[in-house]
């Protein structure tokens, strides 16, 4: 019997210059889709992905719609060259929420692209009067993370996966966690490159505004289970949908709990679209057990042809 799949898509900081070049290259869809995005967007989106420089993909205004659209275009891609291939849930990390509900239909292609353009100013503009940065904590639980959270005065981020959570705020806080890491045990704190404190308190400013660009957004109910960062769990009515695509741009990203979700509704095929297979290292934190297939590339979607179909 084949097993259910759900779709992955990244969304917070795997960008890669070069990536969507061999799609853009190969498909008349997908150069559509470049196209259309420039035209509403007006940026050298193909330019910058396709040959860089690399500072530019860190840029918020830049970053996201890079990702929306490579997303999307290895998702286009996917259904057109492997059309028996079927999908029963679709989840996306922070940005990656946005490319997971427009495959899903909640929103149009297009419209998807207004949203993240609207989305990618607001949390600019916030990065900008509210500076921060964000740091990986390796080896710490939720209750530590929690905690250390608390004593700094900033927020957790993302529960990505057991040992994996991610912590957001101001400089000045973060400069307080390395120590307090370290006496309650915890392996490794990393700093990440990013230009703002994601998913932090800082982002209110963020999040009010895009929930008062979503009031007359139009949202259909999406036609497969799209999980929720905010929530960790699926969302289907669009009152739910625009209150919880604001809040996470605020709230802790529930990524574990999404992928547990899944795993419990008896998905056992997870297949990852974006530049880097981010989230399927995640995956295995949580179930070493579960199958994935990253693509990235033209090719990898050739090479795993037989096992998108018949998994």
């Known amino acids: 019997m084949e097993s259910l799949k759900a779709l992955l898509f990244d969304g917070q900081g795997a960008q890669e210059v070069g990536m969507g070049k061999d799609l853009y290259e190969a498909d008349p ?3 559509h889709l470049y196209e259309e995005a420039e035209r509403l967007l007006g940026i050298p989106l193909r330019s910058v992905s ?14 996201q719609p890079a990702l929306f659209v ?5 998702f286009t891609l996917l259904q057109n060259r492997l059309p028996a291939f079927r999908f029963s849930a679709v989840a996306g990390l922070s940005l990656g929420e946005l490319t997971a509900h427009a495959a899903a239909g909640t929103f ?3 419209d998807g692209l207004r949203l993240v353009k609207e989305r990618a100013l607001a949390i600019q ?3 900008e009067e509210s500076p ?5 904590l390796v080896g710490a639980d939720r209750k530590v993370a929690d905690a250390i959270a608390r004593e700094a005065q900033v927020d957790v981020a993302n529960y990505n996966a057991p040992g994996q959570i991610v912590l957001s705020g101001s400089r000045r806080g973060l400069a307080l966690v390395p120590e307090l890491a370290s006496r309650r045990g915890v392996r490794k704190v990393i700093p990440l490159e990013v230009s703002g404190a994601f998913h932090s308190r800082l982002m209110r400013k963020a999040a009010e505004e895009l929930q008062a660009f979503l009031e007359d957004f139009p949202l259909e109910i999406p036609r497969v289970p799209v999980y929720s960062n905010f929530l960790g769990r699926p969302v289907r009515e669009p009152a739910e949908i ?6 996470q741009i605020e709230g802790s990203v529930q990524w574990e709990d999404c992928m547990r979700g899944m795993l419990d509704c008896g998905v056992r095929q997870f297949v ?21 297939i990253a693509l990235a590339t033209l090719e990898d979607l050739q090479s795993h042809e037989h096992e998108l179909v018949e998994g």
């Open 242 to 247: 625009r209150r919880s695509l604001a809040a």
């Open 50 to 63: 396709f040959s860089g420089p690399a500072e530019a993909l860190t840029e918020t205004v830049i970053a």
């Open 70 to 74: 490579h997303g999307f275009a290895l």
């Open 272 to 292: 990852e679209l974006g530049p880097r297979p981010v989230l399927l290292g995640l995956l295995r934190r949580i179930e070493p057990r579960a199958a994935g």
């Open 29 to 31: 869809h997908v150069r």
């Open 108 to 110: 149009s292609y297009s």
């Open 125 to 127: 503009r916030a990065a």
């Open 132 to 136: 921060g940065s964000m740091v990986a």
